[in-house]
């Protein structure tokens, strides 16, 4: 049997686009090591998003594409995933404990953003990621109640809070710290440092990712996230009809002014999908947010259907992707968290937590 190079292997391997993220698996740095003896070959990949859904058939699907090989011998292929921090805006630095903080947002109230949120970030977390979310939505908080929490968030120093815990994800909201009728009516300024608060004072512990739910529209919440949260990336979720990607429009391009990425667009309500029947039909349109994705070049993550156990499951206190983690919509938000994270993994990486800091002390 013809003995097989290394250099043969990779540049097959550079025809094996991965489907999270659009790149092949060389470009993509996912590529760490490859043994060749005689004509048997091993490899060992390193995804740098959670993907554990998708970690068997990726090594099977590359072991498929070597043995196409001529003259190849035995295939091993090994995959792993490893989480690091990304870059983010030039004058902050990554938070404690928290290795990649990404904004879910949308120019307009209703189209389901909080409901996306949820299940992104426990899709993140089913895939094998260690995930929070934060609400950041003062006024009208309602990750609470889609998580199925209640109550004050416990304190063991008088001086911050352990964020309150949901299947496997880390909450924190300030509506676990007012009453569900009670009214938050302040200005501005005291609902950024309520954000800040909430984010700086909660124990978070070793995250992966940290889901910030905003409020919609580009307001001082969006202006405190953008100048003053070190941000790696951001969602934008919108639904097809025309007003909605109006709205999604500006809130894209106020993250493009900020210099924060923005990692793709998710389109919810896109079908509605008759409970009684099954029939399909576009109530608002169809193909708005994929023709946004293209006309701004950001990735379309996946578009959800207007689904009544979304939003019965929301209500209940546990998502679709814990409530029926098997069915349609939960595979579609596996799908769109995966390809979230691999998109931000194909960004610049965050070293600074590898060098020292130095002070000059005057002796």
């Known amino acids: 049997m013809t003995s097989i190079d290394k250099q043969t292997v990779e540049n097959y391997l550079k025809l094996f686009i991965d489907p999270n993220h659009g790149q092949d698996l060389v470009s993509a740095k996912s590529v760490k090591s490859i043994s060749v003896e005689g004509a048997d070959v091993s490899v060992k990949i390193e995804l740098g998003y959670p993907a554990k859904s998708y970690v068997e058939e990726l090594a099977a699907a590359v072991t498929a594409h070597l043995k ?9 292929v090994e995959v792993s995933v490893k989480i690091v921090s990304h870059a983010v805006q030039q004058t902050l630095r990554p938070l404690p404990n928290i290795k990649n903080i990404i904004a879910v947002a949308s120019g307009k109230g209703g189209v389901g953003k909080s409901t996306t949120s949820a299940n992104i970030a426990l899709a993140l977390a089913a895939e094998g990621a260690t995930v929070g979310i934060l609400d950041a939505d003062i006024y009208g908080p309602s990750i609470p109640t889609m998580l199925g929490l209640s109550g004050l968030p416990e304190s063991q120093d008088k001086k911050t809070m352990m964020p309150k815990i949901a299947y496997g994800i880390q909450t924190m909201s300030i509506g676990y710290l007012v009453e569900a009728d009670q009214a938050v009516i302040w200005r501005g300024p005291m609902v950024t440092n309520a954000l800040q608060q909430l984010l700086r004072d909660t124990n978070w512990s070793d995250i992966d990712y940290l889901i910030i739910d905003l409020p919609p529209g580009t307001g001082d919440i969006q202006l405190t996230l953008a100048q003053q949260i070190p941000v790696s990336g951001a969602i934008i979720v919108t639904t097809p009809q025309d007003i909605a990607l109006i709205d999604a429009q500006r809130g894209l391009a106020m993250f493009g002014k900020v210099n924060v990425p923005v990692l793709g667009i998710v389109e919810n309500m896109s079908l509605h999908i008759c409970s009684q029947c099954g029939h399909e039909e576009a109530i608002f349109g169809t193909g708005g947010g994929a023709a946004m994705a293209d006309a701004n070049r950001v990735e379309f993550l996946g578009a959800l259907p207007l689904d009544i156990n979304i939003r019965q499951d929301a209500d209940l206190g546990k998502p679709t992707v814990v409530a ?14 995966r390809k979230t994270a691999a998109k931000l993994a194909l960004k610049t990486k965050d070293f600074s937590g590898k060098f020292p800091n130095i002070v000059i002390q005057n002796s």
């Open 68 to 76: 196409t090989l001529p003259d190849i011998g035995s295939v091993v």
């Open 324 to 337: 029926d983690p098997d069915g349609r919509a939960a595979q579609i938000y596996k799908s769109i968290a």
